[in-house]
């Protein structure tokens, strides 16, 4: 069933996962908002 | 295995932000020598008078050098052994200068306790047989509450106190 | 892919599981609305109980007990579909269940009886009934039943199937169960040995800190065990709710196993204040700590792709038309996706916490709290509510219908502005400094607390609207065991793309993993470990008075 057979779809490098990117770039700038955030206070007292 | 080109640019995104904390906190850590508490001094739980500084006369705060300030704490199940004030009473609140350097010393006679100056970085677990020790410049004036934030029993939310910067 | 149907008396066996999970919602959550009642202030227990009572049932009974039995019974569930259950093994799988009930009502009628008030980390020297730990002990002996008779049924499978790789959701069990057989050895050594013969009165004292650092061994891991079923769900089942297929064989295996290897050696980002531990090693494990996020980084990705990828075959091609056709009215779709949105903010708090001496900002403050409300209270939990909406019906021979569909998702909503709520006020309530596990006090009084006790009113209103979603959740579980109408429910499991890549053999290769696993243990703990030995402190006599004993 892991047989890789050739076949007529797109490998997967050619997928388009434009709008993935994005949303995991969300994320991740989510993450270093909080972090930052997170520290600033720590600093602050 | 096959990693998709973004893939590629998010996981490189991603470590690069995690070394990036790290690199902040190790450099705050190692060279500026702000780590959590951590000096691995043991005393004997049904002994703590042993050490001088938790003797009932050494209790409380002490100003040891100019804006320099020692204070020695007994925690035990649900109070905190702030010392005594000049009238005898048990002192609840501890008042030192704004921007004074205050170095805390908490050890426990019997159980596991938290000690927090809840607003402040001084934030402490207290745990019988070890000296709990944290040093903190009060940059921030006003009034913060001492916390027991380790569960210790049933009257755990009574164990409090106040340390007041002015 | 070979799927096994389910014989009559091996879904019996998986229900049982289900049974006590929903049972133990309900009382554990009737328990976490009582604190948020109480810490609001305006609300005493009846009949004198204790707060530390109710709190240390919250936690045992939804930490440890609703999340061991649901993890137990859904693996064996994913082992009976994807490489079969035999009449022994099954046999085994009742005597693991048996045996973690024993040991559940054993420790809950020590808690309820005031027995045991020492919460669900039963710190020593605090001293509970005997009875508890030994309860305790056969959760966890229950459990390693549970993991081995996994292993052997993957063995039995792998033996049939010589060369073939195994499917992915056995794999994933396997893993989880490896990690938590590796973790428990830690707090099962710690209670049997230190502190059962203490709490007996055989040994006059204990080493405090060794206990604790064992607790955490296995602490950390713990979260892990609960996270890791739900990634299943995500990576394996609802590509196939959603129509789509697996993301990437080889990949979520290789997460899987970056978990098993970082989840363990990083217990001492719980015990970043201790006093008793050298911060060197400390950090040692911060940075630990930080490769665990790894594998979430890749799960991140995952999911998106995986949606993306399907929303694109179905012909939504705009940048995010994908994202806004996904089956947002599937109730088996929606409650995990709720959970993967909170597992952004509960990942970064995760990341705050174990920031070394930032953690002086958040630790035991309420904050800890918020944050796990976030990850298990609500990531998982929505994982595992996705997941019951098509196993029980599937296990009782009955449908999710388009009522029960439509109460689920109106259950989704309730939970995700109840913790909205009361997650957040934590959050905000932990930055000020208001401390976790603490009934309702106004300390010296003063500003502080008073504006801590406005942000306890919004956690009483927050717990209220989820104990409603509790409840409603409980309605949709009796619903589906006993009398939605008799049919088949889908067991989704994805499957590969046609021309998918072969995985690599050496993901299967165990003993690799699991010596890399023991090596990272050994690397992180044997120095501090022989550390907190060799400086320890004259040990500690039990207490019984602080938790109200006698």
Known sequence: MSKKISSTNQPKEETNLKGTLIMVMIVGIAILVMWFGAYGLFLSR | ?166 | ?550
Not at chain 3, 256 to 276: A, D, K, R, W, Y
Request: glycine share 8%.
């Open chain 3, 1 to 550: 892919m070979e799927i096994f149907n389910f014989s009559k008396k091996e879904s019996r066996l998986y229900m049982a599981f289900m049974h006590v999970t929903f049972i133990s919602l309900l009382v554990g959550g009737l328990m976490g609305l009582l604190q948020t009642l109480v810490r609001s202030g305006k609300y005493t227990l009846p009949f004198n109980i204790d707060y530390y009572t109710i709190l240390t049932t919250h936690g045992v009974i939804l930490g440890l007990v609703l999340t061991t039995f649901f993890i137990v019974g859904f693996q064996f569930s994913l082992m009976g579909k994807t490489v079969g259950i035999s009449d022994k093994q099954l046999m085994w799988g009742w005597i693991s269940f048996w045996v973690m009930l024993v040991g559940t009502v054993l420790s809950a009628w020590m808690i309820l009886t005031g027995e045991a008030s020492v919460l669900y980390t039963f710190y020593t020297p605090l001293r509970a009934h005997p009875i508890f730990y030994i309860g305790l002990t056969l959760v966890i002996v229950g459990s390693w039943i549970a993991a081995f008779t996994n292993f052997r049924q993957l063995y039995v499978w792998k033996k049939a199937h010589k060369g073939d790789k195994s499917p992915l959701l056995a794999f994933m069990v396997v893993i989880n169960m490896i990690m938590w057989f590796v973790a428990t050895l830690g707090v099962a050594y710690s209670v049997i040995v230190l502190i059962l013969p203490w709490s007996l009165g055989y040994v006059a004292t204990v080493n405090v800190l060794l206990t604790r650092t064992l607790f955490w061994y296995f602490g950390h891991p713990l979260v892990y065990f609960w996270l890791l079923p739900a990634y299943m769900a995500w990576y394996a089942i609802i590509p196939k709710i959603i129509g789509g297929k697996l993301f990437s064989d080889s990949l979520a295996r290789l997460a899987f196993i970056l978990l098993l290897m970082f989840s363990i050696p990083v217990g001492f980002h719980h015990q970043l204040t201790e006093p008793g531990i050298d911060p060197t090693w400390k950090f040692i494990q911060v940075v630990l700590t930080f490769m665990v996020v790894i594998p979430s980084l890749m799960t991140a990705f995952s999911l998106f792709a995986t949606f993306e990828i399907t929303g694109r075959r179905k012909g939504y091609n705009s940048l995010f038309g994908w994202f806004k056709k996904l089956p947002w009215k599937d109730v088996r779709f929606l409650a995990p996706f709720v959970g993967m949105a909170a597992f952004i903010p509960g990942g970064a708090g995760g990341i705050i916490n174990a920031s070394h001496q930032v953690n002086s900002l958040v630790h035991n403050t309420i904050w800890i709290t918020g944050h796990f409300h976030l990850t298990v209270a609500t990531t998982v939990i929505l994982t595992f509510f996705g997941i019951a909406y098509w196993l029980i019906p599937h296990l009782t021979g009955r449908r999710l219908t388009p009522r029960l569909n439509k109460l689920g998702i109106i259950q989704t909503f309730i939970w995700a502005i109840g913790m909205t709520i009361m997650s957040t006020s934590m959050h905000i309530q932990g930055l000020i400094g208001g401390p976790r596990r603490s009934a309702f006090s106004k300390y010296a009084g003063g500003d502080q607390v008073s504006t801590w006790i406005s942000y306890q009113i919004w956690q009483a209103i927050g717990g209220t609207i989820l104990f409603i979603g509790i409840l409603l959740m409980f309605y949709i579980f009796i619903q589906l065991a006993f009398f939605a109408p008799r049919g088949y429910e889908e067991y989704p499991i994805a499957e590969e793309e046609v021309d998918a890549e072969k995985s690599p053999k050496i993901l299967e290769n165990w003993y690799l993993w699991i010596g890399i696993t023991i090596a990272l243990i050994l690397f992180a703990y044997t120095i501090p470990m022989i550390d907190i030995i060799k400086h320890s402190p004259p040990g500690s006599i039990p207490f019984d008075w602080p938790i109200g004993r006698s």
């Open chain 2, 1 to 166: 295995m096959h990693l998709h080109k973004y893939e590629k640019v998010w996981l490189v995104f991603g470590l690069a932000s995690l070394v990036l904390f790290l690199l902040i906190i190790g450099f705050a850590a190692f060279w500026k020598g702000t780590h959590p508490q951590s000096h691995i001094e043991t005393i004997d739980p049904q002994n703590v008078e042993a050490n001088e500084s938790f003797q009932p006369d050494n209790l409380g705060l002490t100003e040891v050098a100019d804006g320099k300030y020692v204070v020695n704490i007994v925690a035990s199940a649900f109070n905190y052994d702030f010392g005594k004030e000049e009238d005898g009473t048990a002192t609840k609140t501890i008042r030192v200068p704004k921007g004074s350097t205050v170095l805390f010393q908490v050890t426990s006679k019997d159980v596991v306790h938290g000690f927090q100056v809840a607003g402040t970085n001084v934030n402490m677990m207290v745990e019988p047989g070890h000296i709990s020790r944290f040093e903190s410049v009060m940059k921030n004036d006003g009034e913060f509450t001492v916390v027991c934030n380790e569960y210790c029993g049933i009257g755990h939310h009574l164990m409090f106190g106040t340390v007041e910067v002015y």
